[in-house]
Structures are given as C-alpha cells and as structure tokens.
C-alpha cells in the first residue's frame, strides 16, 4: 500500500505541474482510496503519503479518489511494470509506450461493450 501511495501523490504533483485542474484519481487499493476519500490516516507508513496528497487536493478546482479493481486498472499496472526498467522518471504526454497498446485497445473494447 505504501507504494500505491506514493504512486497517488505522486500522480496528484504531475497533475499540479501540468496545470491540470480537475483531476479523477482511480487507484486498485480500496485502503488509501477510503483514506483519501474519508480524510483519514492510516496508521503505517502510508500516512505521509496520504496526508500530502489530501493537502495538495485545494490546489486543484475538482479532485475525485475512486477504487477500480485491478483488472479495470490494466494500463497502470503495465505502466508501473515498465517503469521498473526506467531510470528516473518518464511521463508520456503523447506516443504512449508501445507495451500499453493491447492494454488500452482491451480497455476500450471493454468500455463499448464489445
């Protein structure tokens, strides 16, 4: 949990850099998205990600934090892979990594109901 935590803040600093305003956080760990939602801390090392990331929710006009089990949350999970073999970090903006293609072709099948 303590690294979708700090995954979920991190998200919420790329959001602020990027100018982002209204924002709809999705993440697979049920805990911190109760924690996020019910403004409570978790007694563990998550805590310090969680009390940043809901200070950080006035910077934006529209912050939402839902659970989506993992199977609705496929492209994270192969975007958390792939950043295992990443120095540093990367955000992709445009051109998304060709690893996430299927991924997000299954996504879309899915959510047209095909």
Avoid at 55 to 82: C, K, P, T, W, Y
């Amino acid at each position: 949990e303590t690294t979708e935590a700090g995954a979920v803040h991190y998200g919420l600093q790329v959001c602020r850099e990027a100018g982002l305003r209204n924002i709809e956080l999705e993440t697979d760990s049920k805990t911190i998205a109760e924690a996020l939602n019910r403004r409570t801390q978790l007694h563990n090392y998550s805590s310090i990600f969680i009390q940043d990331a809901l200070g950080m929710d006035e910077l934006f006009d529209v912050v939402s934090f839902s659970h989506v089990r993992r199977s609705a949350n496929r492209v994270a999970h192969s975007l958390a892979r792939l950043a295992l073999h990443i120095e540093g970090g990367k955000i992709w903006s445009t051109d998304f990594p060709p690893c996430i293609t299927d991924v997000l072709e299954l996504d879309k099948s899915c959510c047209n109901g095909a």
